[in-house]
DNA sequence: ACAATTTGTGACGTATAGTTCACATACTGC
DNA sequence: GCAGTATGTGAACTATACGTCACAAATTGT
């Protein structure tokens, strides 16, 4: 039975909610928190400036909603894919995959995310800090807990899962960012084997091993 | 022979113009460019409001001067260290080393680095884009230059030298952001060397190849 | 069909912050 | 010491943008 008993009104006024949180995310991605008012999005949205005050608080209110209703997308369909019953390359490989297509979708999306995690989003922060940002939490220790079965099946080296996160985190950050910048640079489009491939081997040469300079203190 | 024939006059604006950007610098990075206001350094640099714009043409300005100025000396460092006459991983030793050394003294200022190069500062970004980034582009390439000779070296693997500069840097970049929040996480401070170690040997043991799943398309 | 209630509207209030400019002050050369 | 220039000052101007609220429109119940 239809435990969600929407009026239609109800749903109405969802709809409403979807097209302005809509039209603010192709604003703020396009521009950025701050160069964006709420007279642009009251416009994009075709609401008025009042609506808008109906459906959220303020302006980080909307802001807010936008960020974690994003981040809760991205994460749940990681942890998924994290979950998935697979050889653990094979799920990070998916994970790796997954980002790549998320942001290619949700374009310049992984400014906003970055700003939010890493940047100068002062003001906001203190709030996403809570919210949005204990969802990103939550799948970093997730990806973590992949690492250390990673390390206990020897796939991986002993080293932190923590680590091996971090490193996984910053190749594929470091790839799209340049793929956003420079897209021609990647003419098949950007591979998911590729960083994982580097993730995996790292850079030298497998008969020439790294002993001498990482030996060093 | 004197070529600085700066008067007294000059050099005690040069020192004004100093005061200013110090003060601008520590506001910045602890509050971001849009949570800091003009009337703010003018008071923290104990000038007042006319004097910042005698000095910059507004705002904007001002921030541009300081990034540029930061940028310059972060590369300048770098280029030499690139530079000198020794093993290639000890030169990529002694970047990694540099760049972890720079962040720390300026602590917070590499999140105004990444919202220049990453985030959503989308208003600055323009002029930003032509000055500051350049001097940045100018050094990924000479790091790409190291890695194109540790490539020919067969120091590393036959790979694109601008994929391992991006990897390099997306590493040092996610331990330093996983340092400046936790930093309890490193109790040895961080060190150069695990990045290079992650960066140079990769993630999987040594014996048990990453083949299949980076054969997977 | 009409009253009551809920929802939508956008002009306006208010606050903030970037920038200017007329004036004060300090310095320089005579 | 004094005219002339350069520099410093901060109150005031202006622009912008968030958020409100009295009113309008629409919807619901009777």
């Not at 997954?98 to 002062?122: H, K, P, V, W």
């Not at 470091?174 to 580097?198: C, S, T």
């Amino acid at each position: 039975m239809r435990e969600k008993k929407l009026s239609r009104r109800e749903r109405l006024k969802a709809g409403y909610c979807r097209e302005i949180l809509d039209a603010a995310l192709e604003l703020f991605t396009a521009n950025g928190y701050h160069n964006v008012t709420m007279h642009q999005i009251a416009m994009k949205s075709e609401f008025s400036i009042g609506t808008l005050y109906n459906f959220f608080k303020n302006k980080e209110d909307l802001y807010h909603s936008l960020v974690l209703e994003k981040c809760k997308e991205y994460a749940g369909m990681q942890f998924r894919a994290l979950q998935k019953d697979a050889d653990v390359l094979e799920r990070i490989r998916e994970f790796l995959s997954n980002g790549i297509r998320f942001f290619l979708d949700n374009t310049s999306l992984i400014r906003i995310f970055i700003a939010e995690t890493r940047g100068e989003s002062f003001n906001l922060r203190s709030k996403l800090r809570n919210d949005a940002r204990r969802v990103m939490n939550e799948l970093d220790e997730k990806v973590a807990s992949v690492m250390r079965e990673g390390v206990q099946k020897k796939i991986f080296r002993r080293l932190d899962p923590v680590h091996l996160t971090l490193a996984l985190q910053g190749l594929s950050e470091a790839f799209l960012f340049h793929w956003m910048d420079y897209p021609e640079a990647f003419p098949d489009g950007l591979q998911a084997d590729m960083i994982l491939d580097i993730f995996t081997r790292g850079s030298t040469a497998q008969t020439a091993a790294a002993g001498p300079a990482a030996g060093r203190g």
